[in-house]
Antibody, heavy 119, light 112 residues
Framework: QVLLQESGPGLVKPSETLSLTCSVSDGSLSSYFWSWIRQPPGKGLEWIGYISSSGNTRYNPSLKSRVTISVDTSKNQFSLNLNSVTAADTAVYFC?????????????WGQGTLVTVSS | DIVMTQSPDSLAVSLGERASINCRSSQSILSSSNSQNYLAWYQQKARQPPKLLIYWASTRESGVPDRFSGSGSGTDFTLTISSLQAEDVAVYYCQQYFTTPTFGQGTKLEIK
C-alpha cells in the first residue's frame, strides 16, 4: 500500500513562502504524475498543479504566478512552494497521485497538512 | 473557469433509503472527440482526504461498492446511493476535469 505524507511548517507569515514536501513511501514516484490540492477550513477543494517525474508541470492559472512544484526522484519526494502568501492561502494542503489515464484526476491522497498564514 | 454547482447543500436520508446528489456545470463537459463526460465524484469523510468514487460521470473506481452510481451528460449529473449505509456519511464533491479542474461546493450527507 503506497502512502503519501505531507510535511512542512504549519505556520507561515504573510508575504513569505509556503514550502511543503510530499514523501512517497515506495519507488513509484517515477511511474506517475503528482499533484497538490488545497482545501481552506470548512470550504471546498482547489487544484494547485501537477508534476511528472521528469519535471514537467502544469499549474492552476489562478495561482501560476506564485507556485512552483518540483520533484526529487532520488528522495522519492515532490515539493510545493507558494510565495507571497496571504491569509487566503490558509488551508489543508494535500498531495495526491494522478490516475494513470487522466492527468486531472487523483486516486491516492495524503492525509493533508494544515498551513496557517498569520503574523 | 467552469463553475460546478451542487444541490442540495445538505441531505438527510434514512438508512437503506436512496440518496441523490445533483451537480450542474456552467458549460458542457461532454467531449465531442471521445463522447466522454469529464465529471468525477469524490467522497470525503470527516478528517480524511477525498476518495475517488466515480469518473467519466458513471465509471466506478475499483473497490467502490455498487450501491454508488453516477449518471448524466452535458451539464447535469447525479450521484446516487441506492441504499444508504452508515459508513456513507460524508461530504460529496463533484469535479470537472474538462479544463482546469474545479469542484462543486460539496453536499453533506447525514443519516435521518
Amino acid at each position: 500500500q503506497v502512502l503519501l505524507q505531507e510535511s512542512g511548517p504549519g505556520l507561515v507569515k504573510p508575504s513569505e513562502t509556503l514550502s511543503l514536501t510530499c514523501s512517497v513511501s515506495d519507488g513509484s514516484l517515477s511511474s506517475y504524475f503528482w499533484s497538490w490540492i488545497r482545501q481552506p477550513p470548512g470550504k471546498g477543494l482547489e487544484w494547485i498543479g501537477y508534476i511528472s517525474s521528469s519535471g514537467n508541470t502544469r499549474y492552476n492559472p489562478s495561482l501560476k504566478s506564485r507556485v512552483t512544484i518540483s520533484v526529487d526522484t532520488s528522495k522519492n519526494q515532490f515539493s510545493l512552494n507558494l510565495n507571497s502568501v496571504t491569509a487566503a492561502d490558509t488551508a489543508v494542503y494535500f498531495c495526491a497521485r494522478v490516475v494513470g489515464f487522466q492527468l486531472l484526476l487523483w486516486d491516492l491522497w495524503g492525509q493533508g497538512t494544515l498551513v496557517t498564514v498569520s503574523s | 473557469d467552469i463553475v460546478m454547482t451542487q444541490s442540495p447543500d445538505s441531505l438527510a436520508v434514512s438508512l437503506g433509503e436512496r440518496a441523490s446528489i445533483n451537480c450542474r456545470s456552467s458549460q458542457s463537459i461532454l467531449s465531442s472527440s471521445n463522447s466522454q463526460n469529464y465529471l468525477a465524484w469524490y467522497q470525503q469523510k470527516a478528517r480524511q482526504p477525498p476518495k475517488l468514487l466515480i469518473y467519466w460521470a458513471s465509471t466506478r473506481e475499483s473497490g467502490v461498492p455498487d450501491r454508488f452510481s453516477g449518471s448524466g451528460s452535458g451539464t447535469d449529473f447525479t450521484l446516487t446511493i441506492s441504499s444508504l449505509q452508515a459508513e456513507d456519511v460524508a461530504v460529496y464533491y463533484c469535479q470537472q476535469y474538462f479544463t482546469t479542474p474545479t469542484f462543486g461546493q460539496g453536499t453533506k450527507l447525514e443519516i435521518k
